[in-house]
């Protein structure tokens, strides 16, 4: 298996609801990453797992929650969004956090109301 | 801070011709340079970097410290090479900061 998957491909939230995006890698990769990549915008990092220990958070806010419970998963644990929230998700895997480039999932497109 | 510039936003070329999708980069420590790429609905994927000095797709990169720049090239554009580019700046364990991407048609 040689590709990052995520889950769900889209989602619409309320502002008050509490959701999570998925994403998984069975590459053996041990880093980890979120971005964010709002409509017409390049990708913006927002967390770095490395060996499953939160390494970077790019000062994101406290309503997005990162978590990685095993090498192979990675969960953005989301609640009490804004609109300005609404934007693509992209997960990455890299073989480690400084070696090998990074492969990138599809995305989780949120819409937040 | 780092900075990543990507001047063309659009750029349209005529298959055959040749291309070139500009980068310059600004950045304190040493420069690790990477191109991705985007085709449509598809995910996004490293074209090359510049440490591995590999044509890939009959693209090439040359980092230039002295104009720090690291322009993207090909001879022959081909309609498949159409797509979003994006050239990238690594500012440290392998946190890639991104350009504002060159979305390139190559027009039959």
């Known amino acids: 298996d040689t590709e990052v998957t995520q889950t769900p491909k889209h989602l619409v939230m309320g502002m008050t609801n509490k959701k999570s995006l998925k994403c998984e890698q069975h590459m053996g990769h041990r880093a980890m990453y979120w971005y964010k990549q709002k409509a017409k915008k390049p990708p913006e990092l927002m967390f770095v797992?490395?060996?499953?220990?939160?390494?970077i958070n790019e000062s994101v806010p406290s309503r997005f929650s990162p978590e990685c419970p095993n090498s192979s998963l990675l969960n953005l644990h989301l609640h009490a969004l804004q609109p300005e929230d609404s934007a693509l998700y992209l997960c990455?895997?890299?073989?480690?956090?400084?070696?090998?480039?990074?492969?990138f999932g599809p995305g989780t497109r949120l819409t937040v109301t | 801070a780092q900075r990543v510039t990507q001047p063309e936003k659009l750029l349209s070329v005529f298959k055959g011709a040749p291309v070139e999708l500009k980068c310059n980069y600004s950045?304190?420590?040493?420069?690790?340079l990477f191109w991705y790429v985007q085709y449509s609905r598809q995910r996004l994927q490293l074209l090359l970097r510049?440490?591995s000095r590999e044509s890939i797709k009959g693209f090439t990169a040359d980092l230039n410290k002295g104009e720090t720049s690291f322009h993207l090239k090909k001879p022959f554009a081909q309609e498949e090479d159409s797509a979003m580019y994006y050239c990238?700046?690594?500012?440290?364990?392998?946190?890639?900061?991104f350009g504002t991407g060159t979305r390139l048609t190559v027009i039959p």
């Open positions: 990238a700046l690594e500012t440290g364990a392998n946190n890639l900061f």
């Open positions: 990455a895997s890299s073989l480690g956090q400084d070696q090998g480039e990074q492969y």
């Open positions: 950045y304190s420590g040493s420069p690790e």
């Open positions: 510049h440490i």
């Open positions: 797992y490395s060996y499953e220990k939160l390494s």
